[in-house]
Nanobody
Framework: QVQLVESGGGLAQAGDSLRLSCTAS????????MGWFRRAPGQEREFVAS????????AYGDSVKGRFTISRDNAKNTVYLQMNSLKPEDTAVYYC????????????????????WGQGTQVTVSS
């Protein structure tokens, strides 16, 4: 069982940067592929980014490519989402997710691929 806790959300203005963190419990975090998703009010959950447990492979949603960066620090059981050049349309609740069944190079953009989810952190970007 893995518990995920997100932090780092808040209020920002367009063009600002924020860094989200997701800290996981458990001793095998280094073997979990991790992902970030978001859900804006009235919209479907959207894939944001994913990183393999090796840390060498990752993917991004089209709307955040070139602006967001996912990374991980296995020594701290933490995955990060660096968000630059924020836009009002980035406003959403951001969730991190974990998959403990993946191959070392796997990453996933489908929510159904993940086993564990955090509670989410709100990001609000004003224009």
């Amino acid at each position: 069982q893995v518990q995920l806790v997100e932090s780092g959300g808040g209020l920002a203005q367009a063009g600002d940067s924020l860094r989200l963190s997701c800290t996981a419990s458990g001793r095998t975090f280094s073997r979990y592929a991790m992902g970030w998703f978001r859900r804006a009010p009235g919209q479907e959950r959207e894939f944001v980014a994913s990183i393999s447990w090796s840390g060498d492979n990752f993917a991004y949603g089209d709307s955040v490519k070139g602006r967001f960066t996912i990374s991980r620090d296995n020594a701290k059981n933490t995955v990060y989402l660096q968000m630059n050049s924020l836009k009002p349309e980035d406003t959403a609740v951001y969730y991190c997710a974990a998959n403990g069944r993946s191959y070392y190079s796997d990453y996933g953009s489908s929510a159904q691929w993940y086993d564990y989810w955090g509670q989410g952190t709100q990001v609000t970007v004003s224009s």
